[in-house]
């Protein structure tokens, strides 16, 4: 009230003290958002290219992983259950782009059954795909030895592909790897487990 | 004696922007579960079986779905009494029954393996709640009021699709 007094500018200062407790409150909520997409994206375990978080789906997930799980993976399953890994970039450490064609190419996990499927940079599923969402360990062509690889956008083809929707504006997309009841080898090392690789070719 | 006066007001702004920080973090998963729970209250009303067509780029509830699952849900809501939820395991492929609480916790889950019945018979309460158990049914404790539950099929190749759909309609939620 004194230091009111003495300057004179009543309105002025308490505006001035309004907008810097608006600025704290966005600094707080902008930083939450970034620390919880960060957590979710590169943070817990990588292997390779791929990354996951032996918490997902369990009560003993921190804050910032529980509300990086509710923006990009709610109802996940716990790691004994299900295994969920992320790529989001490709071998180079380069962003992953539907305007390139990529070649994931590895090994059956060792795993009761599994998935590769790919997402927009809005979570869900590539609109302009024809079906051809993902591949999985029914159906995925192999090798004799359990050895496959899957080309990622670019033109369609038959065989192991999977759309990023086709022509159009080059958008970010991950791909998800989803081992259901993976053997405990896995579970116990997730930073170990082989992977597969993801490799780019070429780029419209 | 101005300076003083705006440290003052700085060291507020710091208070805030950590507050700020801390309840984000907290409700965000609150908030989004909150919103999917609803979302999936309004297809059929709470503790009501919803059986959602395979995932593709038009399912836009839920974030990053399978297409090569067959999901059955359902929004319970055990703030009125305990809520009984049957369901049929398929032969050979993978299956799960998983639920989930408000803050997004799973806090049960079970798979085809698990099962030797053939099915499963669960009565969801909440916590300190007196259930009358119907006989075979097994009690499970929510830690919150609302939440989903969930039941997960792989289909594996489309061949299935028909019977592993038959089976997904005997999963059933209602009150007890």
Redo the contacts between chains.
């Keep these: 009230m004194a230091?009111r007094q003495?300057?004179g500018k009543p309105v002025r200062r308490a505006l001035g003290?309004i907008a810097?407790?608006l600025?704290?409150?966005l600094?707080?909520?902008v930083?939450?958002?970034l620390?919880?997409r960060n957590r979710f994206a590169s943070g817990g375990v990588r292997s390779g290219v791929w990354a996951t978080n032996a918490h997902i789906?369990?009560?003993g997930?921190g804050?910032?992983l529980?509300?990086g799980?509710?923006?990009?993976?709610?109802?996940?399953?716990?790691a004994g259950?299900t295994v969920y890994y992320t790529a989001t970039t490709d071998e180079s450490g380069a962003s992953l782009g539907t305007s390139c064609e990529y070649r994931v190419e590895g090994r059956e996990p060792d795993t009761?059954?599994w998935?590769i499927?790919a997402?927009g940079d809005d979570?869900?599923?590539?609109?302009?795909?024809n079906?051809r969402?993902?591949v999985?360990g029914?159906?995925v062509e192999k090798g004799a030895d359990g050895s496959f690889v899957v080309r990622v956008g670019g033109a369609p083809r038959a065989g192991n592909w999977i759309s990023t929707g086709g022509a159009g504006a080059s958008r970010p997309f991950s791909l998800?790897l989803?081992l259901?009841?993976p053997d405990p080898s896995i579970v116990g090392d997730l930073a170990g487990a082989p992977l597969p690789r993801i490799v780019r070719e070429a780029c419209s | 004696?101005?300076g003083a006066?705006w440290g003052r007001?700085?060291l507020?702004?710091?208070v805030?922007?950590?507050?700020?920080?801390?309840?984000?973090?907290?409700l965000?998963?609150r908030a989004?579960?909150r919103v999917?729970t609803n979302r999936l209250a309004e297809l059929a009303g709470f503790n009501h079986a919803v059986y959602p067509p395979r995932?593709?780029?038009r399912?836009?509830a839920?974030?990053?779905?399978?297409?090569?699952l067959l999901y059955a849900s359902c929004a319970f809501d055990v703030a009125s009494g305990p809520v009984r939820i049957r369901a049929v395991v398929p032969q050979d492929t993978?299956w799960?029954l998983?639920m989930?609480a408000a803050?997004?916790?799973?806090?049960f889950?079970v798979?085809d393996?698990a099962v030797t019945a053939g099915a499963v018979d669960l009565v969801l309460a909440a916590s300190g709640t007196k259930v009358d158990l119907p006989p075979g049914a097994t009690l499970v404790e929510a830690p919150s009021a609302r939440g989903?539950v969930?039941t997960r099929a792989?289909v594996?190749?489309t061949d299935r699709l028909a019977e592993l759909d038959e089976v997904r309609r005997r999963f059933t939620c209602a009150p007890l």
């Design positions: 230091a003495r300057n003290v810097l407790l600025c704290a409150l600094v707080g909520v930083t939450a958002v620390g919880v789906g369990s009560s997930a804050p910032y529980r509300a799980v509710a923006l990009g993976g709610l109802l996940a399953l716990n259950e009761r059954w998935s499927t997402y979570h869900f599923l590539i609109p302009g795909s079906g969402y993902s999985d029914t159906t998800t989803r259901y009841n | 004696m101005r006066g007001w700085l507020l702004a710091v805030v922007a950590a507050v700020a920080h801390v309840l984000t973090v907290w965000l998963p989004v579960m999917a995932a593709d780029e399912a836009r839920i974030v990053r779905p399978s297409p090569d993978y799960s998983s989930f803050n997004t916790d799973n806090f889950v798979n393996r989903i969930l792989v594996a190749g």
